[in-house]
Each structure stands twice: as C-alpha cells, then as structure tokens.
C-alpha cells in the first residue's frame, strides 16, 4: 500500500522557521519526482515547489521562492520543506504529492502549518 | 503563469443527474491537465490525467475531454460520493497551477 506521511507542522510566529517532513513507502520513491502542495483554509490548492527524483531539477512558486528549499533523501525515502521567514499568508494545509509526471497519485493526509504570534 | 478558471463556482444536482464541469485555460496546455476529486478533511484523489485518461481505480462514470484551453469533466450519474470539490491542474508549464475548484453539492 503506498502511503504518504507528512510531519512537522504546527503553530509558529511570524519570521519563524519549520521543517517538513514527508515519509514515503509502498511505492520506489526514488523514481518519481515529488512536490508540495498547500491549502490555507477553507481555500483551494496552490502547488508550490517540485523536486525531480535525482534532485537535479527544482522550481518553487514565486509565493515561497527564496524563504522555502525543497530537498529529498532517496536512501531514505524521504521528502522535506525548509520554511524560513514565515507569513501569515503561509498558514496551510501542506500536502506533499507525487507520482506520474501525468497526473499525481499519490498523496499524503496533510500537516497543518499556522503562523501566527 | 497560466490560469485556469472553473466554472461554474457551485453546482447544485440531484443524485442520478449528470454533472458537467468546466475548466479553462488562459493558454493552450495542449492535453496536459488534470482533475482531481477532494471531500471534506481528505487530501486531493486524481480522477483525470492527461485531459481524458482515467486514474487507476477511477469508475467509468467519470470521463474527461478538451484540449488546448477549454476542457470538460462529465459524471455521468451522480452517485452519493461524488459530491465534493473538485479542481483542474496543468502541467504544460512551471509553476504548475489548479484552478479555483467547483463544488458539487446536493439539490
């Protein structure tokens, strides 16, 4: 069964700094590319930031570019979020997801990430 | 950035009636979008890949079509669990984007 677990979410305030964590299994991870995905509440889903399976391709989205990293631990099957410089405006539900270039099958439960003081 | 816009915001049917969604492009993303399904407190399930393609496990009920900037998902029998929120997804271009979601709910 493949499954997705993300971690490390909470509450901190603003300018603060997470990290998340997203454990993979049931599925070769190191084959696929991976990406978050948040959700602020009640809102829909903003993608924001892509890793490729060898990490050698990245993007973000401009909303987190220069305050988020995306990296990956093939050995470990493993998928993080460096947050830095935390918003308000990046409370969220982040999802990470991944799967098929084509369409994205796999998905975890979510983390909720609250930034406030 | 590509914009993709869904309409309408909200359709209010019946079980059994036929749910036509739309989505459109602010740009040709030849067939490269996607439609994913989301209930209340889950994560996004994909239904959709590549304008027409069903996901694995996905009932025949649900079928995509379109290509360029205007795209369809058509269920063709509302059944109970289909009501939900449900968003489209290009990958022709970086960043990737979702539209605002429509919201099926019941009559």
């Known amino acids: 069964e493949v499954q997705l677990v993300e971690s490390g979410g909470g509450l901190v305030q603003p300018g603060g700094s997470l990290r998340l964590s997203c454990a993979a299994s049931g599925f070769t991870f190191s084959n696929y590319g991976m990406s978050w995905v948040r959700q602020a509440p009640g809102k829909g889903l903003e993608w924001i930031s892509y890793i490729s399976s060898s990490s050698s391709t990245i993007y973000y989205a401009d909303s987190v570019k220069g305050r988020f990293t995306i990296s990956r631990d093939n050995a470990k099957n493993s998928l993080y979020l460096q947050m830095n410089s935390l918003r308000a405006e990046d409370t969220a539900v982040y999802y990470c997801a991944g799967g098929y270039i084509s369409g994205w099958s796999y998905w975890g439960q979510g983390t909720l990430v609250t930034v406030s003081s | ?107």
């Not at chain 2, 993303?29 to 989301?38: E, I, K, P």
């Not at chain 2, 399930?45 to 996905?58: E, H, K, M, Q, V």
């Not at chain 2, 009501?83 to 970086?94: D, E, H, K, L, M």
Request: glycine content about 8%.
């Open chain 2, 1 to 107: 950035e590509i914009v993709l816009t869904q309409s309408p915001a909200t359709l209010s049917l019946s079980p059994g009636e036929r749910a036509t969604l739309s989505c459109r492009a602010s740009q040709s993303v030849s067939n490269y979008l996607a439609w994913y399904q989301q209930k209340p407190g889950q994560a996004p399930r994909l239904l959709i890949y590549d304008a027409s393609n069903r996901a694995t496990g996905i009932p025949a009920r649900f079928s995509g079509s379109g290509s360029g900037t205007d795209f369809t998902l058509t269920i063709s029998t509302l059944e109970p669990e289909d009501f939900a929120v449900y968003y489209c997804q290009q990958r022709s271009n970086w960043p990737r984007t979702f539209g605002q979601g429509t919201k099926v709910e019941i009559k």
